[in-house]
């Protein structure tokens, strides 16, 4: 029997130790970087930042620990698909969010009055 069929019909890619602990001494770095520029007052900027480090260490999570830059063309449209998804739902409140102060704000009877009062006239 051939090596493919007896471990179950799946290859593994075997990544170097070198490999896992660049990326998590990366992943370290990021934390302590993240750390760090929070006790800087960059403004309305520190979010940005944070932001922009979390997404660059989930990243190298996704990427090397959950094998996905070896992985086939299928997980990649399954990854893609969830970040299409997340992309809808951060929309969606984005607009929530903006739009929260655009309230309707009632004339009451008055205002109703004067538009009816020159029609009634008419008829």
């Given at each position: 029997?051939?090596?493919?069929?007896?471990?179950?019909?799946?290859?593994?890619?075997?990544?170097?130790?070198?490999?896992?602990?660049?990326?998590?001494?990366?992943?370290?770095?990021?934390?302590?970087?993240?750390?760090?520029?929070?006790?800087?007052?960059?403004?309305?900027?520190n979010?940005?930042?944070?932001?922009?480090?979390a997404?660059?260490?989930?990243t190298?999570?996704?990427?090397?620990?959950?094998?996905v830059?070896?992985?086939?063309?299928?997980?990649?449209?399954?990854?893609?698909?969830?970040?299409?998804?997340l992309?809808?739902?951060i929309?969606?409140?984005?607009?929530?969010?903006?739009t929260?102060?655009?309230?309707?704000?009632?004339q009451?009877?008055?205002?109703?009055?004067?538009?009816?009062?020159?029609?009634?006239?008419?008829?």
């Amino acid at each position: 029997m051939s090596d493919h069929a007896s471990s179950g019909g799946h290859s593994e890619h075997v990544v170097p130790i070198s490999t896992y602990l660049g990326v998590f001494f990366a992943l370290m770095i990021g934390t302590a970087l993240t750390t760090w520029i929070a006790y800087i007052d960059l403004g309305p900027f520190n979010t940005v930042v944070a932001l922009v480090i979390a997404f660059i260490k989930m990243t190298l999570v996704v990427l090397f620990f959950m094998h996905v830059k070896y992985a086939t063309g299928l997980t990649r449209v399954v990854i893609l698909g969830g970040f299409f998804w997340l992309a809808i739902m951060i929309t969606l409140t984005g607009a929530d969010e903006f739009t929260r102060h655009w309230e309707i704000v009632s004339q009451g009877w008055a205002s109703a009055q004067s538009i009816l009062l020159p029609v009634s006239r008419l008829l």
